[in-house]
């Protein structure tokens, strides 16, 4: 585009002034070409005329729209010079005071000179994982920029801070550490990050001092490493120093000072440890009061101190250390206020012996005395021939002094730094590292010496450097975006760096006059003219020989070469250094040793994971050395080493900017700001930026942007892309002034602007539109208002009148109906009188006529019953006849049927034929049978004789117990006589004791009398009491109604008060929890790595007590022993006294007998588990030796014992029928009431005994039935039946059989049955059969009563050795109580024999109390049994009598199929110790959600209740206090294992929490018990109390609440941002601005992934899906979101608050409408009452604040009024963020946001920016009683939990 194009009316432009360097002004005439001016209007409305170069062509800067000022990144502005990057800054400075922008890679800071709210943890946290760009800039934005890249890039990185003094360089490069410290804080407890924070304050106190630029300038410059290991968390880091300002430790300028530490140490002299030092105020020494005023405002020097101390601690630096390094300072102090005297007019001097200040000066450094005093006055030469001594002059005295000054303190520095890397030094191996280069900015001051010229030569360096990379970025990003690279020329400054360091540059020539014996200042000033006078960077002064000026890349620098030789030999004497060496003071002396000369460094090759650090400064060497390197030889070497490192790694670049020199805040000086934009090269990157393509835009941000500028053709188009270069192609003639690259398209500068007037333009034209528009409908919307107004009127007119007519007419119809309703009345009642006459005279008649008729069918129905009884008997008469009749006649035929058939029969019986069918076999039969009967007689002899020799042994072993008995009996008779004299002064004791009872009445008589007198005074009392308070409330009531508003609302604000401590407690409370659960996982965590370090091959025995330790330290324990109850009312005894324990004995007593009672329990358990063990084993022998039976001997078997058991389920089916009759017989009869009770109880008895064997006997029936329906298919299949195993198995064998004996039984019914195949074959009556089957059940009947008598003898044998044993305890007891009673003395033997019998008597009693209870509880029962056995025969007799005859077979046939009935479940699982294990790993390891999900909510919850409440009904603490323990540390170790897991924690706090809720329901405590059941009641605890463990298990579910938020917010944590505050819910509102930083570097690659608002409420949705689906509380589920949307508010808002592209009216509605829908959720999902919505409140204030009118100070009241969730920094940082979306939005002024300010200043806010969106409220557990009972609660065959056992 052409000038006249662009040079057009109303455009502004930039024109040069000389007090703000650039002023705005404003075209009003269009340029032309050939103007020799331009006609402008100054802001202040005056106008200028701007003179026109016609050679040059120099028109003036154009002026960015106001669209684009206060960019976050100046590159972004279309229009890149000096005059717009100065404005940009000027306007975010002032306006809204935002010390940081970017230009491009590099951030500019400016000092505000302010303590800003912005640097809080809150913010790292803000800032940490986003990308450079997304947020406003910060120096947390460049610090996550290089943490990011280190992590993701693998390549070391560095943040240069560079800027003038008291630019803020080591306040920015302290925040960027802390920000390291903060996101990679060091994962073990070395605690590094704090060190390297605590280096700050001492670096500061003894390198840092007052200016007159900055009142903390730091006069060294630093370069620290820190280190980080393959996860990225600190391990270390290391400090480079470079060229420490010695010359301020001797001298400091007007109003400047020394170094802090020496005012910190003066400042706290008086404390007791520093009298020793001899300081006093800094005022007092010359080397601290140069300057003026020692003080800085603001600053406590001796607070300053602590910290400095305190810092010296944290790094490890010994006491005696600290000490001895402020004796050193101190000593420093003290040599400067030495009193050199003057001798032979100056040219020799002297330091008296009683100087106070040297003796101070050599007892603190610990040397000689009289060698100090001499050879600060002299000094020795050495020369060919001899040595001798010279004395000194005055001035060169003071050189000397100052020179050891500086050098002791230049030595201490160096110390103090390398203990600072020894304790940030580590041992792990260092994976890469991020440097922070602290270092000095050029500098130009009147008098520019040594100093400035070495920090100018290092700026030179860093710039060149600085040139370099940005150059290769801005390459690169143009080669990855394909377009066409020309060479951009940028400025090089290597020939002015050659200039000094090249082969006889400034330094060689410097360093070669330092070596000439007597070189000079001028000399060396004079060869610089000769050698470099040739050089375009190097000039000589008009006036000045000793003077020379170096053109720098930032300005031009004159130097004074008076003192360069000086300083760069930095000379000093070696005997006094030798004096220092001989100290006595270690440390003294090892500071002024000399050290090897450092090793040469090496170039840092490409890709070495860590650079090896050396001192920048190496050590002191002797002054008279040749060798010995020059200061700025020194400096060369170490900036070279720098420069190595920084490009070895990549740089990061914050550029510090002074704003004013007054240090005064918010003040901002253009000329200053200028010149150091210049001089840190910001203006440079501009240039670069410039000459190329600065302006880039993304092809979807281009379209939204100018879519407006696009006709509906080119937008019905689907690639943006081409319909972007379609538009471009039509508005921008030039090709040269864009290109399109792949992703971006770039335009030259100005190209942005001219495309932002084109669109402002086309928006005016239809400005224009809408307001002509909306005018004309504004009229006719007030037309039609007047006519609707005059059809008002006229409609209220005519109502009127019809109203009136409508009333006249209503009175009338009234009347009318009036007068109808009163006639109607009166002839209604005359009719209802006629009517119920009438009425009355018919109903009686009619009476009479039915008696009648109904007498008349009552004798008729008589006579027909009497009819039919006489002809009844008549039938049955005639019947009675015929049938007798009919059975003569049938017995006579039939007699003659079988005398016919008897005859036949024997006439074939007398065949032979049939006489040899009979004969055939018999006799060998009869044989076999007579053999088996034989074998079986033997073994019933043999069973006898066994059962006899039984007999006889248990008979004997009676008799001997009972001897043992009687003698043990006897024993105690005799020790009964030794107690008569005990129980006789036993009875004394008695006596008195009934005595002292009868005086206790008396008193109690007399207690009861005064205790009378006083209640009636008490009721006098009262009476006056309610009379003054009927006053008082009178009184109370007037007050009431006076104050009652004010009284409501002071109880309101209590309550509010009040509320907010509970949660505050609540919170702490929860807080420690959560600090106890995080340390306990530490411990986990720590010891996990401690056994993976300890692993040795070989075995290793792991502690087998470790999960019970920890559950013991984790969990209280439960006192539910009775021996912790006897010691508990011990205690009780002995503190109340033994009167009122006296009462309380018998519960002692009581208890004791419970404990005995419960290890005598215990041993007999043990003793059944052990015999039920060697039974078990005995039975797995046993059925290792019957597996390989024969499955034809099973089926034989089977078949016997089905047909056995079917004869015996006859048999007693035919008892039950009899019992049965007799019921019903007795029943008949008329007998006694005793009788019939007796013969019931007798019956009831045999009929419940038959039942039970019934059963028993239709379940074997069923069982045998199913296993010979298996071995009839296995025979059908044709195995073998012949090799047959002579072992059998018993599958159903009697209970009271040994398997054994029934084994051997059923060999030989196996051997009989291989004999004969078949049972009729042995007999064909079966009569064999019978009698076989009868000698077995003999047989069999035995064994059982022998193994019967076996059992009883062995349990009674048991049963006495217990009791014997019992016994010889009791006694052994006694005997060992009177022994002991016999050694004290005989007032305490009566007492204690009295305290036994009382014992002994209070036992029995109790005995016998137990007995008559139990004795109660047993008749109870059985009544209550007898009623329901009663009840149950009336109603089997009644239903008897209703069944008809036919059905009673088929029920008899039917009852063969039904099961065995399963007792009643109680609600209540038992297992064994050993499953414990295996219930938990079923239960909670290895269970998973989906395996429950179809069952009851909180299943396992359930199931574990039911554990412990069997283990607290059989009342075992030890499996109560193990299956707890056990449940919570799996639990725990389940939620450590899936720690990420939303599902799983989530189901993991539900049923917690229902554990929880459990044990509190059925606690047994009336508050939890409200709303149980009957039957719930019943399955309470009933012998321990868990209230501690509620406890536990309560901590647990504040662990596991805590873990599921913080999944849930690491869930959602990324989608906020992009969902709230990026999603374009309301397509079209939102209008793209102008693109702000150009994203280099990882933003450049990364694409962040973008979320919408549905794909968050989904998310939501199945967060509350999850929860739901597994039973969690409905209370917890919305505190769950309460904390979520609290988060999502903290993080929306905070990112709201540090980003200035969101802050806009299109934004504000975009994030209330999705606040909308996310209220509609919380609507639709009934979460309404959490509490939720409420916490979105400061987030929908914000969008509020974003759309209001932000003007007039009634708006302002407005705001005031609307943001009270908002603090006053929130709203005043949004209103300085809003920035317009296009140009017809205006800014918010200044002036409108002090009056915000002004408004809001009696608020009371907290003074954080930030949200905390890690805070979290108190959670609450409400109880919440569940309506399942235990008993009807499923376990599904998925759990595997099989060994779990109904009760």
């Given at each position: 585009m052409s000038a006249a194009q662009l040079y057009t009316k109303y455009t502004k432009v930039w024109i040069p002034d000389p007090d703000e360097v650039w002023r705005s002004a404003e075209i009003i005439k269009d340029y032309k070409e050939g103007d020799k001016s331009l006609q402008l209007k100054l802001e202040d409305e005056t106008l200028y005329e701007y003179p026109i170069d016609l050679q040059g062509n120099e028109l003036p800067f154009l002026r960015n729209p106001d669209i684009l000022v206060g960019e976050n990144d100046l590159t972004a502005l279309s229009y890149l010079h000096e005059p717009a990057v100065l404005h940009n800054l000027k306007v975010r400075f002032l306006e809204s005071n935002h010390i940081y922008t970017y230009c491009g890679i590099v951030l500019v800071a400016i000092n505000p000179y302010e303590q800003l709210p912005i640097y809080?943890?809150?913010?790292?946290?803000?800032?940490?994982?986003?990308?450079?760009?997304?947020?406003?800039?910060?120096?947390?934005?460049?610090?996550?920029?290089?943490?990011?890249?280190?992590?993701?890039?693998?390549?070391?990185?560095?943040?240069?801070?560079?800027?003038?003094?008291?630019?803020?360089?080591?306040?920015?490069?302290?925040?960027?550490?802390?920000?390291?410290?903060?996101?990679?804080?060091?994962?073990?407890?070395?605690?590094?990050?704090?060190?390297?924070?605590?280096?700050?304050?001492?670096?500061?106190a003894i390198g840092n001092a007052k200016t007159t630029r900055n009142d903390n300038s730091s006069r060294f410059g630093k370069y620290i490493q820190i280190g980080f290991d393959k996860r990225y968390h600190i391990i270390g880091a290391n400090m480079r120093t470079y060229l420490l300002e010695k010359s301020r430790v001797v001298f400091q300028a007007e109003d400047e000072r020394n170094y802090h530490i020496f005012y910190q140490l003066c400042a706290s002299s008086s404390l007791p440890e520093f009298k020793d030092l001899g300081l006093t105020c800094a005022e007092d020494f010359f080397y601290t009061s140069q300057g003026g005023d020692t003080s800085i405002d603001g600053v406590d020097d001796a607070d300053d101190f602590e910290k400095t101390r305190h810092a010296f601690t944290l790094l490890g630096v010994k006491e005696s250390h600290q000490m001895t390094i402020f004796r050193i300072i101190a000593a420093i102090l003290h040599l400067g206020n030495l009193e050199i005297q003057g001798e032979r007019d100056g040219e020799a001097c002297s330091v008296s012996s009683e100087d106070e200040h040297l003796s101070n000066f050599c007892s603190l450094l610990g040397v000689e005395h009289s060698q100090m005093q001499h050879w600060l006055c002299h000094r020795k030469l050495v020369t060919t021939?001899?040595?001798y001594v010279k004395s000194m002059s005055l001035h060169q005295v003071v050189n000397a002094r100052n020179a050891l000054a500086k050098h002791i303190y230049a030595q201490l520095f160096n110390w103090i730094v390398q203990h600072i890397n020894k304790a940030l030094h580590t041992t792990v191996k260092q994976h890469s590292f991020i440097g922070v280069l602290d270092i000095y900015g050029f500098e130009t001051f009147e008098v520019n010496s040594f100093e400035q010229f070495c920090i100018n030569y290092a700026n030179e360096k860093l710039q060149q450097q600085f040139n370099s990379h940005v150059f290769k970025l801005e390459q690169e990003e143009y080669m990855t975006e394909g377009i066409p690279w020309t060479l951009i020329d940028f400025y090089d400054n290597q020939p002015c760096i050659d200039l000094i360091e090249a082969k006889l540059g400034i330094l060689d020539l410097l360093d070669e006059e330092c070596k000439v014996p007597k070189g000079t200042d001028q000399n060396w000033a004079q060869k610089l003219y000769d050698r470099h006078a040739a050089s375009q960077h190097f000039q000589k002064p008009r006036m000045s020989n000793t003077s020379f000026i170096i053109l720098h890349f930032a300005d031009k620098v004159e130097y004074q070469s008076e003192g360069f030789l000086e300083k760069n030999r930095d000379t000093v004497y070696e005997e006094q250094i030798n004096i220092l060496k001989a100290s006595k003071y270690q440390m003294v002396a090892d500071l002024f040793q000399e050290e090897k000369e450092a090793m040469p460094a090496t170039a840092v090759r490409k890709g070495t994971p860590r650079i090896s650090v050396r001192s920048a400064r190496p050590a002191f060497k002797a002054a008279n050395k040749e060798h010995r390197k020059t200061v700025g030889h020194q400096f060369r070497n170490s900036l070279h080493l720098l420069m190595e490192t920084l490009n070895a790694t990549t740089p990061h670049y914050v550029r510090c900017i002074k704003p004013n020199d007054e240090k005064l805040p918010f003040k901002f000086d253009p000329k200053r700001a200028v010149q150091q934009l210049r001089a840190c090269g910001v203006l440079e990157t501009i240039r670069i930026s410039a000459a190329g393509f600065p302006s880039r835009w993304s092809y979807p941000d281009f379209f939204n942007r100018y879519r407006v500028l696009m006709n509906k053709r080119d937008l019905s188009k689907n690639d943006k892309k081409q319909i972007c270069q379609t538009l471009l192609e039509d508005l921008i003639k030039d090709p040269d002034k864009f290109q399109f690259g792949r992703t971006k398209i770039f335009f030259r500068a100005g190209q942005v602007a001219y495309l932002e007037k084109l669109r402002a333009d086309k928006f005016r034209a239809a400005t224009i539109m809408i307001q002509k528009t909306v005018r004309g409908w504004l009229q006719r919307a007030k037309y039609q208002r007047l006519r609707r107004a005059?059809?008002?009127?006229?409609?209220y007119a005519r109502r009127h009148l019809a109203r009136r007519l409508f009333e006249h007419l209503r009175r009338t119809r009234a009347a009318i109906v009036l007068q109808k309703q009163y006639r109607m009345l009166r002839m209604r009642q005359a009719f209802l009188r006629v009517r119920n006459a009438t009425l009355t005279i018919q109903a009686f008649a009619r009476g009479m006529f039915v008696r009648r008729i109904y007498h008349q069918m009552l004798m008729e129905h008589k006579a027909t019953i009497l009819q039919k009884y006489a002809r009844g008997w008549l039938a049955r008469t005639r019947l009675r006849r015929a049938r007798a009749a009919a059975v003569v006649l049938q017995c006579h035929w039939r007699r003659l049927r079988a005398r016919r058939q008897l005859q036949a029969l024997r006439i074939e019986a007398r065949s032979a034929q049939h006489l040899k069918k009979l004969n055939i076999g018999m006799e060998n039969k009869v044989v076999q049978l007579q053999r088996k009967v034989d074998e079986q007689n033997k073994e019933n002899k043999l069973l006898n004789e066994q059962l006899s020799m039984l007999t006889s042994a248990h008979s004997s072993e009676v008799e001997k117990l009972k001897k043992e008995l009687q003698q043990y009996q006897q024993t105690q008779q005799g020790d009964g006589n030794q107690l008569l004299s005990l129980q006789e002064e036993m009875e004394r004791l008695r006596m008195e004791l009934e005595r002292a009872h009868g005086e206790r009445e008396v008193m109690e008589d007399s207690h009861?009398?005064?205790?009378?007198?006083l209640r009636k005074r008490i009721s006098d009392l009262e009476e006056e009491n309610t009379l003054l308070k009927q006053e008082k409330e009178e009184l109370n009531s007037r007050i009431l109604c006076q104050s009652e508003d004010e009284f409501a609302q002071n109880t309101a604000e209590e309550n509010i008060q009040m509320k907010k401590e509970l949660e505050e407690e609540r919170s702490r409370y929860q807080n420690l929890v959560k600090e106890y659960a995080s340390l306990e996982q530490r411990y986990d965590n720590l010891r996990d790595e401690m056994t993976i370090i300890k692993q040795t091959p070989g075995h290793r025995r792991s502690p087998s007590n470790q999960s019970s330790l920890e559950s013991d330290s984790n969990n209280p324990s439960i006192c539910t022993s009775e021996i912790g109850d006897t010691e508990d009312v011990i205690q009780q005894v002995e503190e109340i006294g033994m009167e009122k324990a006296a009462m309380d004995m018998t519960l002692f007593l009581k208890l004791q007998k419970r404990v005995r009672e419960l290890e005598l329990e215990r041993r007999k358990l043990q003793a059944q588990l052990e015999k039920k063990e060697q039974e078990i084993k005995k039975s797995q022998v046993i059925e290792t030796k019957t597996e390989v039976s024969s499955e034809h001997e099973d089926f034989a078997y089977n078949s016997l014992k089905r047909q056995e058991l079917e004869s015996e389920n006859k048999k007693l089916k035919n008892e039950l029928n009899e019992l049965r009759k007799a019921i019903a017989d007795l029943a008949t009869q008329n007998n006694s009431s005793n009788d019939v009770q007796d013969s019931y109880n007798l019956l009831l008895n045999q009929l419940k005994s038959a039942n039970e064997e019934l059963e028993v006997r239709k379940e074997e029936v069923l069982i045998l039935r199913s296993q010979i329906m298996k071995a009839a298919q296995q025979k059908e299949t044709g195995k073998n039946m012949e090799n047959i195993s002579p072992n059998a198995s018993w599958p159903n064998s009697d209970r009271h059989v040994d398997q054994e004996d029934a084994i051997e039984a059923y060999q030989g019914i196996c051997e009989t049955n291989r004999k004969t195949e078949d049972w009729g074959y042995l007999n064909e009556d079966g009569e064999l059969g019978l009698a076989y089957q009868g000698l077995k059940q003999v047989a069999r009947l035995l064994e059982a009563q022998l193994q019967d008598q076996r059992r009883e003898h062995e349990e009674e044998m048991e049963a006495l050795r217990n009791q014997v044993d019992l016994m010889q305890e009791e006694l052994e007891k006694q005997q060992q109580a009177f022994l002991q009673t016999l050694q004290l003395s005989p007032e305490v033997q009566v007492e204690l024999g009295l305290q036994q019998e009382i014992t002994r008597l209070t036992n029995e009693n109790l005995d016998l109390k137990e007995l008559l209870e139990k004795l109660e509880k047993d008749e109870k029962k059985l009544k209550k049994q007898l009623k329901i056995y009663m009840k149950k025969v009336q109603d089997f007799e009644a239903s008897q009598t209703m069944v008809p005859v036919e059905r009673r077979p088929h029920e008899r046939n039917m009852q063969v199929a039904v099961q065995r009935k399963e007792k009643d479940f109680q609600g209540m699982l038992e297992y064994y110790k050993e499953d414990e294990p295996l219930l938990i790993r079923n239960l909670i390891t290895d269970l998973k959600p989906q395996a429950v999900s179809a069952t009851v909510p909180c299943l396992p919850a359930y199931i574990l209740y039911m554990c412990i409440r069997h283990a607290d009904y059989i009342n075992d603490d030890q499996k109560v206090h193990s299956l707890l323990t056990s449940t919570i540390n799996g639990i725990k170790k389940v939620l450590k294992k899936h720690h990420d897991d939303f599902e799983m924690t989530s189901f993991w706090l539900a049923n917690t929490c229902r554990l929880l809720h459990c044990l509190k329901q059925y606690s047994g405590e009336e508050g939890f018990m409200t709303q149980n059941t009957a039957k719930q009641n019943e399955h309470c605890l009933k012998n321990f109390d868990l209230t501690e463990y509620r406890q536990v298990l309560g901590h647990l579910s504040i662990q596991i609440y805590q873990q599921l938020i913080n999944i849930a917010e690491g869930i959602l944590q990324p989608m906020i941002v992009s969902a709230v505050l990026e999603n374009e819910s309301i397509q079209g509102l939102s209008s793209v601005k102008p693109v702000g930083y150009r994203k280099y570097s990882s933003n450049a690659s990364e694409g962040g992934s973008s979320y919408s608002l549905d794909e968050m409420i989904h998310q939501l949705n199945t967060f509350h899906s999850i929860m739901c689906d597994q039973g969690l509380d409905p209370e917890i589920i919305q505190q769950v979101f309460k904390q979520l949307y609290y988060m999502i508010n903290a993080i929306a808002l905070n990112n709201l608050l540090l980003r200035k592209d969101v802050c806009s009216w299109s934004t504000g509605m975009q994030l209330r409408f999705n606040?909308?829908?996310?209220?509609?959720?919380?609507?639709?999902?009934?979460?309404?009452?959490?509490?939720?919505?409420?916490?979105?409140?400061?987030?929908?204030?914000a969008a509020q604040l974003l759309q209001l009118k932000k003007k007039t100070s009634e708006d302002a009241e407005a705001i005031c009024s609307l943001c009270t969730s908002l603090t006053t920094q929130q709203i005043v940082k949004i209103l300085n963020l809003y920035t317009p979306v296009n140009e017809f939005e205006e800014r918010v002024t200044v002036a409108f946001i002090r009056n915000i300010q002004k408004q809001l200043q009696e608020r009371n806010d907290p003074p954080h920016l930030l949200l905390d969106f890690k805070h979290m409220f108190p959670v609450l557990f409400p109880f919440n009683p569940s309506a399942i009972t235990m008993d009807s609660i499923h376990l599904p065959a998925s759990l595997n939990l099989d060994f779990l056992n109904k009760v």
């Amino acid at each position: 585009m052409s000038a006249a194009q662009l040079y057009t009316k109303y455009t502004k432009v930039w024109i040069p002034d000389p007090d703000e360097v650039w002023r705005s002004a404003e075209i009003i005439k269009d340029y032309k070409e050939g103007d020799k001016s331009l006609q402008l209007k100054l802001e202040d409305e005056t106008l200028y005329e701007y003179p026109i170069d016609l050679q040059g062509n120099e028109l003036p800067f154009l002026r960015n729209p106001d669209i684009l000022v206060g960019e976050n990144d100046l590159t972004a502005l279309s229009y890149l010079h000096e005059p717009a990057v100065l404005h940009n800054l000027k306007v975010r400075f002032l306006e809204s005071n935002h010390i940081y922008t970017y230009c491009g890679i590099v951030l500019v800071a400016i000092n505000p000179y302010e303590q800003l709210p912005i640097y809080e943890q809150d913010v790292i946290y803000a800032y940490s994982g986003q990308n450079m760009g997304d947020m406003d800039p910060h120096i947390f934005a460049v610090a996550e920029e290089a943490y990011k890249q280190m992590a993701r890039d693998e390549k070391n990185q560095s943040i240069i801070v560079s800027g003038e003094s008291g630019a803020g360089k080591t306040v920015s490069a302290k925040y960027a550490m802390r920000f390291f410290a903060t996101v990679g804080g060091s994962a073990s407890e070395t605690n590094i990050e704090a060190k390297v924070l605590a280096s700050s304050p001492i670096m500061e106190a003894i390198g840092n001092a007052k200016t007159t630029r900055n009142d903390n300038s730091s006069r060294f410059g630093k370069y620290i490493q820190i280190g980080f290991d393959k996860r990225y968390h600190i391990i270390g880091a290391n400090m480079r120093t470079y060229l420490l300002e010695k010359s301020r430790v001797v001298f400091q300028a007007e109003d400047e000072r020394n170094y802090h530490i020496f005012y910190q140490l003066c400042a706290s002299s008086s404390l007791p440890e520093f009298k020793d030092l001899g300081l006093t105020c800094a005022e007092d020494f010359f080397y601290t009061s140069q300057g003026g005023d020692t003080s800085i405002d603001g600053v406590d020097d001796a607070d300053d101190f602590e910290k400095t101390r305190h810092a010296f601690t944290l790094l490890g630096v010994k006491e005696s250390h600290q000490m001895t390094i402020f004796r050193i300072i101190a000593a420093i102090l003290h040599l400067g206020n030495l009193e050199i005297q003057g001798e032979r007019d100056g040219e020799a001097c002297s330091v008296s012996s009683e100087d106070e200040h040297l003796s101070n000066f050599c007892s603190l450094l610990g040397v000689e005395h009289s060698q100090m005093q001499h050879w600060l006055c002299h000094r020795k030469l050495v020369t060919t021939a001899e040595t001798y001594v010279k004395s000194m002059s005055l001035h060169q005295v003071v050189n000397a002094r100052n020179a050891l000054a500086k050098h002791i303190y230049a030595q201490l520095f160096n110390w103090i730094v390398q203990h600072i890397n020894k304790a940030l030094h580590t041992t792990v191996k260092q994976h890469s590292f991020i440097g922070v280069l602290d270092i000095y900015g050029f500098e130009t001051f009147e008098v520019n010496s040594f100093e400035q010229f070495c920090i100018n030569y290092a700026n030179e360096k860093l710039q060149q450097q600085f040139n370099s990379h940005v150059f290769k970025l801005e390459q690169e990003e143009y080669m990855t975006e394909g377009i066409p690279w020309t060479l951009i020329d940028f400025y090089d400054n290597q020939p002015c760096i050659d200039l000094i360091e090249a082969k006889l540059g400034i330094l060689d020539l410097l360093d070669e006059e330092c070596k000439v014996p007597k070189g000079t200042d001028q000399n060396w000033a004079q060869k610089l003219y000769d050698r470099h006078a040739a050089s375009q960077h190097f000039q000589k002064p008009r006036m000045s020989n000793t003077s020379f000026i170096i053109l720098h890349f930032a300005d031009k620098v004159e130097y004074q070469s008076e003192g360069f030789l000086e300083k760069n030999r930095d000379t000093v004497y070696e005997e006094q250094i030798n004096i220092l060496k001989a100290s006595k003071y270690q440390m003294v002396a090892d500071l002024f040793q000399e050290e090897k000369e450092a090793m040469p460094a090496t170039a840092v090759r490409k890709g070495t994971p860590r650079i090896s650090v050396r001192s920048a400064r190496p050590a002191f060497k002797a002054a008279n050395k040749e060798h010995r390197k020059t200061v700025g030889h020194q400096f060369r070497n170490s900036l070279h080493l720098l420069m190595e490192t920084l490009n070895a790694t990549t740089p990061h670049y914050v550029r510090c900017i002074k704003p004013n020199d007054e240090k005064l805040p918010f003040k901002f000086d253009p000329k200053r700001a200028v010149q150091q934009l210049r001089a840190c090269g910001v203006l440079e990157t501009i240039r670069i930026s410039a000459a190329g393509f600065p302006s880039r835009w993304s092809y979807p941000d281009f379209f939204n942007r100018y879519r407006v500028l696009m006709n509906k053709r080119d937008l019905s188009k689907n690639d943006k892309k081409q319909i972007c270069q379609t538009l471009l192609e039509d508005l921008i003639k030039d090709p040269d002034k864009f290109q399109f690259g792949r992703t971006k398209i770039f335009f030259r500068a100005g190209q942005v602007a001219y495309l932002e007037k084109l669109r402002a333009d086309k928006f005016r034209a239809a400005t224009i539109m809408i307001q002509k528009t909306v005018r004309g409908w504004l009229q006719r919307a007030k037309y039609q208002r007047l006519r609707r107004a005059t059809l008002t009127l006229q409609c209220y007119a005519r109502r009127h009148l019809a109203r009136r007519l409508f009333e006249h007419l209503r009175r009338t119809r009234a009347a009318i109906v009036l007068q109808k309703q009163y006639r109607m009345l009166r002839m209604r009642q005359a009719f209802l009188r006629v009517r119920n006459a009438t009425l009355t005279i018919q109903a009686f008649a009619r009476g009479m006529f039915v008696r009648r008729i109904y007498h008349q069918m009552l004798m008729e129905h008589k006579a027909t019953i009497l009819q039919k009884y006489a002809r009844g008997w008549l039938a049955r008469t005639r019947l009675r006849r015929a049938r007798a009749a009919a059975v003569v006649l049938q017995c006579h035929w039939r007699r003659l049927r079988a005398r016919r058939q008897l005859q036949a029969l024997r006439i074939e019986a007398r065949s032979a034929q049939h006489l040899k069918k009979l004969n055939i076999g018999m006799e060998n039969k009869v044989v076999q049978l007579q053999r088996k009967v034989d074998e079986q007689n033997k073994e019933n002899k043999l069973l006898n004789e066994q059962l006899s020799m039984l007999t006889s042994a248990h008979s004997s072993e009676v008799e001997k117990l009972k001897k043992e008995l009687q003698q043990y009996q006897q024993t105690q008779q005799g020790d009964g006589n030794q107690l008569l004299s005990l129980q006789e002064e036993m009875e004394r004791l008695r006596m008195e004791l009934e005595r002292a009872h009868g005086e206790r009445e008396v008193m109690e008589d007399s207690h009861g009398k005064e205790r009378d007198l006083l209640r009636k005074r008490i009721s006098d009392l009262e009476e006056e009491n309610t009379l003054l308070k009927q006053e008082k409330e009178e009184l109370n009531s007037r007050i009431l109604c006076q104050s009652e508003d004010e009284f409501a609302q002071n109880t309101a604000e209590e309550n509010i008060q009040m509320k907010k401590e509970l949660e505050e407690e609540r919170s702490r409370y929860q807080n420690l929890v959560k600090e106890y659960a995080s340390l306990e996982q530490r411990y986990d965590n720590l010891r996990d790595e401690m056994t993976i370090i300890k692993q040795t091959p070989g075995h290793r025995r792991s502690p087998s007590n470790q999960s019970s330790l920890e559950s013991d330290s984790n969990n209280p324990s439960i006192c539910t022993s009775e021996i912790g109850d006897t010691e508990d009312v011990i205690q009780q005894v002995e503190e109340i006294g033994m009167e009122k324990a006296a009462m309380d004995m018998t519960l002692f007593l009581k208890l004791q007998k419970r404990v005995r009672e419960l290890e005598l329990e215990r041993r007999k358990l043990q003793a059944q588990l052990e015999k039920k063990e060697q039974e078990i084993k005995k039975s797995q022998v046993i059925e290792t030796k019957t597996e390989v039976s024969s499955e034809h001997e099973d089926f034989a078997y089977n078949s016997l014992k089905r047909q056995e058991l079917e004869s015996e389920n006859k048999k007693l089916k035919n008892e039950l029928n009899e019992l049965r009759k007799a019921i019903a017989d007795l029943a008949t009869q008329n007998n006694s009431s005793n009788d019939v009770q007796d013969s019931y109880n007798l019956l009831l008895n045999q009929l419940k005994s038959a039942n039970e064997e019934l059963e028993v006997r239709k379940e074997e029936v069923l069982i045998l039935r199913s296993q010979i329906m298996k071995a009839a298919q296995q025979k059908e299949t044709g195995k073998n039946m012949e090799n047959i195993s002579p072992n059998a198995s018993w599958p159903n064998s009697d209970r009271h059989v040994d398997q054994e004996d029934a084994i051997e039984a059923y060999q030989g019914i196996c051997e009989t049955n291989r004999k004969t195949e078949d049972w009729g074959y042995l007999n064909e009556d079966g009569e064999l059969g019978l009698a076989y089957q009868g000698l077995k059940q003999v047989a069999r009947l035995l064994e059982a009563q022998l193994q019967d008598q076996r059992r009883e003898h062995e349990e009674e044998m048991e049963a006495l050795r217990n009791q014997v044993d019992l016994m010889q305890e009791e006694l052994e007891k006694q005997q060992q109580a009177f022994l002991q009673t016999l050694q004290l003395s005989p007032e305490v033997q009566v007492e204690l024999g009295l305290q036994q019998e009382i014992t002994r008597l209070t036992n029995e009693n109790l005995d016998l109390k137990e007995l008559l209870e139990k004795l109660e509880k047993d008749e109870k029962k059985l009544k209550k049994q007898l009623k329901i056995y009663m009840k149950k025969v009336q109603d089997f007799e009644a239903s008897q009598t209703m069944v008809p005859v036919e059905r009673r077979p088929h029920e008899r046939n039917m009852q063969v199929a039904v099961q065995r009935k399963e007792k009643d479940f109680q609600g209540m699982l038992e297992y064994y110790k050993e499953d414990e294990p295996l219930l938990i790993r079923n239960l909670i390891t290895d269970l998973k959600p989906q395996a429950v999900s179809a069952t009851v909510p909180c299943l396992p919850a359930y199931i574990l209740y039911m554990c412990i409440r069997h283990a607290d009904y059989i009342n075992d603490d030890q499996k109560v206090h193990s299956l707890l323990t056990s449940t919570i540390n799996g639990i725990k170790k389940v939620l450590k294992k899936h720690h990420d897991d939303f599902e799983m924690t989530s189901f993991w706090l539900a049923n917690t929490c229902r554990l929880l809720h459990c044990l509190k329901q059925y606690s047994g405590e009336e508050g939890f018990m409200t709303q149980n059941t009957a039957k719930q009641n019943e399955h309470c605890l009933k012998n321990f109390d868990l209230t501690e463990y509620r406890q536990v298990l309560g901590h647990l579910s504040i662990q596991i609440y805590q873990q599921l938020i913080n999944i849930a917010e690491g869930i959602l944590q990324p989608m906020i941002v992009s969902a709230v505050l990026e999603n374009e819910s309301i397509q079209g509102l939102s209008s793209v601005k102008p693109v702000g930083y150009r994203k280099y570097s990882s933003n450049a690659s990364e694409g962040g992934s973008s979320y919408s608002l549905d794909e968050m409420i989904h998310q939501l949705n199945t967060f509350h899906s999850i929860m739901c689906d597994q039973g969690l509380d409905p209370e917890i589920i919305q505190q769950v979101f309460k904390q979520l949307y609290y988060m999502i508010n903290a993080i929306a808002l905070n990112n709201l608050l540090l980003r200035k592209d969101v802050c806009s009216w299109s934004t504000g509605m975009q994030l209330r409408f999705n606040i909308s829908q996310l209220e509609e959720w919380l609507r639709g999902k009934n979460l309404q009452q959490s509490g939720a919505a409420q916490t979105l409140e400061p987030l929908i204030q914000a969008a509020q604040l974003l759309q209001l009118k932000k003007k007039t100070s009634e708006d302002a009241e407005a705001i005031c009024s609307l943001c009270t969730s908002l603090t006053t920094q929130q709203i005043v940082k949004i209103l300085n963020l809003y920035t317009p979306v296009n140009e017809f939005e205006e800014r918010v002024t200044v002036a409108f946001i002090r009056n915000i300010q002004k408004q809001l200043q009696e608020r009371n806010d907290p003074p954080h920016l930030l949200l905390d969106f890690k805070h979290m409220f108190p959670v609450l557990f409400p109880f919440n009683p569940s309506a399942i009972t235990m008993d009807s609660i499923h376990l599904p065959a998925s759990l595997n939990l099989d060994f779990l056992n109904k009760v």
